[in-house]
């Protein structure tokens, strides 16, 4: 599968943002999906996921409660909605694909990523 993810920008401390990762190729359904992060001089790190089915997510506590990730199976699309912006969520936005269950914060079990997108939020 092939991922293109879209949607970043330059945004206003506590404005909004919505990413969307477009997947080509069939069975999108097969995967489970995440967002994970990496700012300038820092290691990638895991934001949230959400299964194949959508039926269970999971998400870093340092945006829970802010960021929304969800998906539509029949558009082969996965979203995050990020609300109440901080400068610290300044970051390259790269979403994941694995068929892997489990241990979904650890990056290593994804096996195709997406390009990046950037999100840069000015205080």
């Known amino acids: 599968v092939q991922l293109q993810a879209s949607g970043g920008g330059l945004v206003q401390a506590g404005g909004s943002l919505r990413l969307s990762c477009a997947a080509s190729?069939?069975?999108?359904?097969?995967?489970?999906m995440a967002w994970f992060r990496q700012a300038s001089g820092k290691e990638r790190e895991f934001v949230t996921a959400?299964?194949?089915?959508?039926?269970?997510?999971s998400t870093v506590e340092s945006v829970k409660g802010r960021f929304i990730i969800s998906r539509d199976n029949a558009k082969n699309r996965v979203y995050l909605q990020m609300n109440s912006l901080k400068p610290e969520d300044t970051s390259v936005y790269y979403c994941?694909?694995?068929?892997?269950?489990?241990?979904?914060?650890?990056?290593?079990?994804?096996?195709?990523w997406g390009q990046g997108t950037q999100v840069t939020v000015s205080s």
């Open positions: 994941a694909a694995t068929t892997i269950d489990g241990a979904v914060r650890f990056a290593y079990i994804y096996n195709y």
């Open positions: 959400i299964s194949r089915d959508a039926g269970s997510t």
């Open positions: 190729g069939r069975s999108f359904s097969r995967y489970n």
